[in-house]
């Protein structure tokens, strides 16, 4: 005679709603979330949409009155008053890609190399460096402003482009250890075929690791091109004339000495973001994918 297992209903059904208790709970988070974030962003747009008396009301309304684009038309033909004809709007985010495109891919490329010789490479003392650069991250950047913008004055480049540009190009450790952990995920194997081939370092990180890790660079690309782009206090300490401003300093001539037209100010706001949403819709799949996989084994 055989003992048969007691089928209990209720455990069935402490179990069921165990799992629908902890999803329910788990969305209610993610909704808290993201309300979190698109709440402010839709007060952003509404403002913008709204006329000046309406804006500057101190009583908030959820939805304009009626939809006026003033701001938007003020952002785009408004100019600083200087020699410069080209809207201020326009030369800010010109100035910006100027400084954040070169700046994000030769970053992250010097940052894939660095990456490469900590994860595969072998040679004396490679775990202390490794140290050593974990040890910049925890060293605020405000420490250093003084001290860089006294060398950055010494050498001329205060109102130039140079100190916003080239020491982000050298690549940032936080770059550095993602890539690195992505690297370890490559088996090994393909670097010993690629070396019987005759291929050098340099030739293996190029023709393998390179196109292998493009998830991960596509992320860090997008990471590193935002940070740029979002980028105020180095632009505010380092540029000087308003025709080189970048976009983040620039919307700052839309707020006033005694009063401020937040419509317009929220329609400059609306507008800079455009592009680094555009940026995220475009490359989410390899940014999703690129952390995806940055800890896993292929």
Same mark, same amino acid.
């Given at each position: 005679?055989?003992?048969?297992?007691?089928?209990?209903?209720?455990?069935?059904?402490?179990?069921?709603?165990?799992?629908?208790?902890?999803?329910?709970?788990?969305?209610?988070?993610?909704?808290?979330?993201?309300? !979190? #974030?698109?709440?402010?962003?839709?007060? /952003? +747009? $509404?403002?913008? %949409?709204?006329?000046?008396?309406? *804006?500057?009301?101190?009583?908030?309304?959820?939805?304009?009155?009626?939809?006026?684009?003033?701001?938007?038309?003020?952002?785009?033909?408004?100019?600083?008053?200087?020699?410069?004809?080209?809207?201020?709007?326009?030369?800010?985010?010109?100035?910006?890609?100027?400084? !954040? #495109?070169?700046?994000?891919?030769?970053? /992250? +490329? $010097?940052?894939? %190399?660095?990456?490469?010789?900590? *994860?595969?490479?072998?040679?004396?003392?490679?775990?202390?460096?490794?140290?050593?650069?974990?040890?910049?991250?925890?060293?605020?950047?405000?420490?250093?402003?003084?001290?860089?913008?006294?060398?950055?004055?010494?050498?001329?480049?205060?109102?130039?482009?140079?100190?916003?540009?080239?020491?982000?190009?050298?690549?940032?450790?936080?770059?550095?250890?993602?890539?690195?952990?992505?690297?370890?995920?490559?088996?090994?194997?393909?670097?010993?075929?690629?070396?019987?081939?005759?291929?050098?370092?340099?030739?293996?990180?190029?023709?393998?690791?390179?196109?292998?890790?493009?998830?991960?660079?596509?992320?860090?690309?997008?990471?590193?091109?935002?940070?740029?782009?979002?980028?105020?206090?180095?632009?505010?300490?380092?540029?000087?004339?308003?025709?080189?401003?970048?976009?983040?300093?620039?919307?700052?001539?839309?707020?006033?000495?005694?009063?401020?037209?937040?419509?317009?100010?929220?329609?400059?706001?609306?507008?800079?973001?455009?592009?680094?949403?555009?940026?995220?819709?475009?490359?989410?799949?390899?940014?999703?994918?690129?952390?995806?996989?940055?800890?896993?084994?292929?």
């Amino acid at each position: 005679m055989t003992d048969k297992p007691i089928y209990d209903p209720s455990l069935i059904f402490r179990s069921k709603a165990k799992r629908i208790i902890n999803k329910v709970l788990t969305y209610l988070v993610l909704i808290i979330v993201a309300l !979190s #974030v698109l709440l402010p962003l839709y007060i /952003v +747009l $509404i403002t913008s %949409l709204k006329g000046k008396s309406e *804006a500057m009301d101190s009583s908030f309304s959820w939805w304009p009155s009626e939809i006026d684009l003033h701001g938007y038309k003020e952002v785009f033909t408004y100019t600083s008053g200087s020699e410069d004809s080209v809207p201020t709007v326009i030369r800010g985010f010109i100035n910006t890609l100027i400084v !954040s #495109v070169p700046t994000s891919v030769i970053g /992250v +490329l $010097i940052a894939a %190399l660095a990456a490469f010789a900590f *994860a595969k490479l072998e040679y004396k003392s490679k775990n202390v460096l490794f140290a050593i650069l974990l040890g910049t991250m925890m060293i605020p950047g405000t420490i250093t402003l003084i001290p860089s913008y006294v060398i950055f004055d010494k050498i001329g480049w205060v109102d130039t482009f140079l100190p916003l540009m080239i020491p982000a190009m050298l690549g940032g450790a936080s770059c550095v250890f993602f890539l690195r952990q992505f690297y370890f995920s490559i088996p090994n194997d393909l670097m010993d075929a690629a070396k019987i081939d005759g291929l050098g370092n340099f030739g293996i990180f190029f023709s393998i690791m390179l196109p292998l890790s493009m998830p991960a660079l596509i992320a860090q690309l997008v990471l590193a091109f935002v940070s740029s782009y979002n980028a105020y206090l180095g632009p505010l300490l380092y540029l000087q004339s308003p025709e080189k401003y970048t976009l983040q300093i620039a919307l700052q001539f839309f707020k006033g000495t005694y009063t401020t037209d937040w419509a317009v100010v929220m329609a400059g706001a609306t507008v800079s973001l455009i592009p680094t949403l555009a940026l995220y819709l475009f490359g989410q799949k390899y940014f999703i994918e690129g952390i995806a996989t940055s800890g896993m084994k292929l």
